[in-house]
């Protein structure tokens, strides 16, 4: 079955630790992106990226860090940089970010709460 | 720039009545528009989506939505709510131009 998978699903991490979430897509997209959700705040974008070894930032980047160094895998480090990384964290893919009408793939999420 | 607004960030309906969501955008463009649901701890699925082909749109789970140009709405409407449909409903919306932008979301109770 084709789909993006993140792991872990929870995780808990220590102040001034760094952390990687894992996002993983066979859907062979060219897109990928992560999203914050906060209660009540909708979905902010982290970063994006439209193609392997490029990516860009979105709205809220400060804090956090990706790499696109295969096509399928778009990880993400939430640094100690990150003052408030407690959230819900989303994975999505898309087929092209040059493809207005298409619309994005979902992860499951990984739920991020700082201990 | 675009943006995208839900109107309620809250709804409650009984079950068995009629589902109405509401979602307005603005754009210097015409836009692409969506509509996800999200289930508690899970990731956005698509509902339906406008691609200018047709006006009034179709989705899963007896979900539909209309495109009004003069009203620069999409709202998300179904006629009878069951218990499942609970969930957050988000309306996104995409240019040519901008990334996709998503509303801050309606959470949808049915009362039994």
């Known amino acids: 079955d084709g789909g993006i998978t993140q792991s872990p699903k929870y995780l808990f991490r220590k102040e001034g630790q760094n952390v990687t979430l894992s996002c993983e897509q066979n859907l062979n997209h060219d897109a990928m992106y992560w999203y914050r959700q906060d209660p009540g705040q909708g979905l902010r974008l982290i970063y994006y990226s439209q193609i392997v070894n490029d990516f860009q930032k979105g709205d809220i980047a400060e804090g956090y860090s990706v790499s696109r160094e295969k096509k399928e895998s778009f990880p993400l480090t939430v640094t100690s940089a990150q003052k408030n990384p407690t959230a819900f964290y989303l994975c999505?893919?898309?087929?092209?970010?040059?493809?207005?009408?298409?619309?994005?793939?979902f992860g499951q999420g990984t739920r991020l709460t700082v201990v | 720039a675009q943006s995208v607004t839900q109107l309620g960030s809250h709804v409650s309906v009984s079950e068995g009545a009629l589902v109405l969501l509401r979602c307005n955008y603005s754009s210097s463009v015409p836009p692409y528009l969506f509509w996800y649901v999200q289930y508690p701890n899970q990731g956005l699925q698509l509902l339906l989506k406008?691609?200018?082909?047709?006006?009034l749109v179709k989705g899963i789970n007896g979900f539909e939505a209309e495109f009004k140009k003069s009203e620069t709405s999409f709202h998300l409407t179904k006629p009878s709510a069951h218990m499942s449909d609970a969930a957050e409903y988000f309306c996104?919306?995409?240019?040519?131009?901008?990334?996709?932008?998503f509303g801050p979301g309606t959470s949808l109770s049915v009362i039994p």
């Open positions: 996104a919306g995409k240019t040519s131009y901008d990334k996709v932008i």
């Open positions: 406008y691609t200018s082909a047709a006006t």
């Open positions: 999505a893919s898309s087929i092209s970010d040059r493809s207005p009408s298409t619309e994005a793939f």
